[in-house]
């Protein structure tokens, strides 16, 4: 598979995520860190840091998805569910989010472990999706990892507007036949609206998990068991 195929590469990451600019990110994160806890908004505070540093695009952002106040880390760290919790319940899943992130990490692109203890990615789909190689593995894992917790249903929450959402939800649908857990898909226009209103809440999505009830970290547990190489840029 070239790297242009691969879900998530980016054709400088040799680079920009070297030992070398890891030291400068790392640097650069910690001027960030002290702006947002002092109320700078982190994107803002992102563009200052990142001009003064001469980092790229993808630097920058890889800064803003791992970075998180002290606030926020205490509000995720206190709403975040144990594999425990999760028997005999019904979990929520940011399909995209969760889906997209997973076939990255079986792409061995680059992952971001980030502050608030999830995983994430630098794609940049844009409402463009397509099924590739991995997602009937990345949709496995998951299955097989509720089914580990003794999870009594889970409900898929698609987005109508990112194209291809009706194939991946045939494809979900054919994997779960055999599956002993009730399954729910939904093809929404405002996923994020819904699953922050919901609990037990699969997702890395910043904004849902502020303002979900409760979540689990499924993808770092997933990226844990299959030992993926995670980048810390902070």
Same mark, same amino acid.
């Given at each position: 598979? %070239?790297?242009?195929?691969? #879900?998530?590469?980016?054709?400088?990451?040799?680079?920009?995520?070297?030992?070398?600019?890891?030291?400068?990110?790392?640097?650069?994160?910690?001027?960030?860190?002290?702006?947002?806890?002092?109320?700078?908004?982190?994107?803002?505070?992102?563009?200052?840091?990142?001009?003064?540093?001469?980092?790229? /695009?993808?630097? #920058?952002?890889?800064?803003? #998805?791992?970075?998180? %106040?002290?606030?926020?880390?205490?509000?995720?760290?206190?709403? /975040?569910?144990?594999?425990?919790?999760?028997?005999?319940?019904?979990?929520?899943?940011?399909?995209?989010? %969760?889906?997209?992130?997973?076939?990255?990490?079986?792409?061995?692109?680059?992952?971001? /472990?980030?502050?608030?203890?999830?995983?994430?990615?630098?794609?940049?789909?844009?409402?463009?999706?397509?099924?590739?190689?991995?997602?009937?593995?990345?949709?496995?894992?998951?299955?097989?990892?509720?089914?580990?917790?003794?999870?009594?249903?889970?409900?898929?929450?698609?987005?109508?507007?990112?194209?291809?959402?009706?194939?991946?939800?045939?494809?979900?649908?054919?994997?779960?036949?055999?599956?002993?857990? /009730?399954?729910?898909?939904?093809?929404?226009?405002?996923?994020?609206?819904?699953?922050?209103?919901?609990?037990?809440?699969?997702?890395?999505?910043?904004?849902?998990?502020?303002?979900?009830?409760?979540?689990?970290?499924?993808?770092?547990?997933?990226?844990? #068991?299959?030992?993926?190489?995670?980048?810390?840029?902070?």
């Amino acid at each position: 598979m %070239t790297n242009q195929l691969k #879900r998530g590469g980016g054709v400088n990451d040799g680079r920009d995520f070297s030992a070398d600019s890891l030291m400068q990110l790392k640097k650069a994160a910690a001027h960030i860190r002290y702006l947002i806890n002092e109320g700078y908004d982190i994107k803002s505070a992102s563009v200052f840091v990142g001009n003064h540093f001469l980092l790229s /695009e993808r630097q #920058r952002l890889a800064l803003v #998805r791992s970075i998180s %106040t002290d606030e926020q880390l205490l509000l995720r760290g206190n709403k /975040e569910c144990a594999a425990e919790a999760l028997c005999g319940e019904t979990v929520h899943i940011d399909g995209f989010n %969760t889906i997209i992130t997973l076939e990255i990490a079986l792409c061995h692109s680059l992952l971001l /472990e980030c502050m608030d203890g999830t995983v994430r990615d630098l794609a940049g789909l844009r409402g463009t999706y397509r099924l590739i190689d991995k997602t009937k593995e990345a949709v496995g894992m998951i299955a097989d990892t509720l089914e580990k917790f003794h999870v009594k249903k889970a409900v898929f929450y698609l987005d109508a507007p990112v194209s291809n959402s009706g194939r991946l939800k045939s494809l979900i649908a054919s994997m779960w036949e055999r599956r002993n857990m /009730e399954l729910d898909i939904q093809v929404i226009p405002d996923v994020d609206k819904i699953l922050q209103e919901k609990s037990c809440v699969i997702t890395a999505d910043a904004i849902i998990l502020d303002k979900c009830k409760s979540w689990f970290n499924l993808v770092s547990h997933c990226a844990g #068991r299959m030992g993926a190489d995670l980048v810390r840029v902070w």
